[in-house]
């Protein structure tokens, strides 16, 4: 089923299809819209997978990518709030809360790990720099993030 839907991904003749997929976090295979259902209160997403079997039928299966909202039983135990494969930022939205909300002393963590994270996170960007102007526009938001500590402003 995975090779059938990942050929028809171009459309007639091997044009662009008219319509946009994205790809599922789940499976990894692309998909064109999404279902919301209803269970016990709580509203869950779905991508759906649509391909064509031997007979040319158009036929479709689910991909379950999360809550619409947050996973409820999950924030007991992370309070930076949990989201579905649905909402693409996801990840940049966790690392601003948990470097916002999370690296405090009270949490543990001291000025070391912090200076730590902050050259992972510099690292990780610098490697993902495709070109000379992003690697520029990097060095100059860290000068710039290090003149704001030299001054003891506070980032908002």
Request: aromatic residues 10%.
């Amino acid at each position: 089923m995975a090779d059938k839907i990942a050929m028809q991904t171009k459309g007639k003749r091997g044009r662009k299809p008219k319509y946009e997929t994205k790809t599922c976090p789940n499976c990894g295979l692309p998909y064109r819209s999404t279902v919301e259902r209803e269970v016990n209160g709580h509203v869950y997403v779905y991508a759906v997978h649509q391909y064509k079997d031997e007979n040319g039928k158009w036929r479709k299966y689910e991909c379950y990518l999360g809550p619409k909202e947050q996973y409820i039983h999950a924030e007991k135990f992370n309070d930076f709030g949990l989201k579905g494969g649905h909402v693409e930022e996801r990840f940049v939205e966790y690392l601003e809360r948990i470097l916002r909300d999370q690296l405090t002393v009270d949490r543990r963590f001291d000025f070391a790990k912090g200076i730590q994270v902050l050259n992972t996170i510099f690292n990780l960007l610098n490697e993902k720099a495709e070109t000379e102007d992003e690697k520029q526009l990097l060095l100059e938001t860290l000068e710039g993030l290090k003149a704001k500590v030299e001054k003891g402003e506070k980032d908002s």
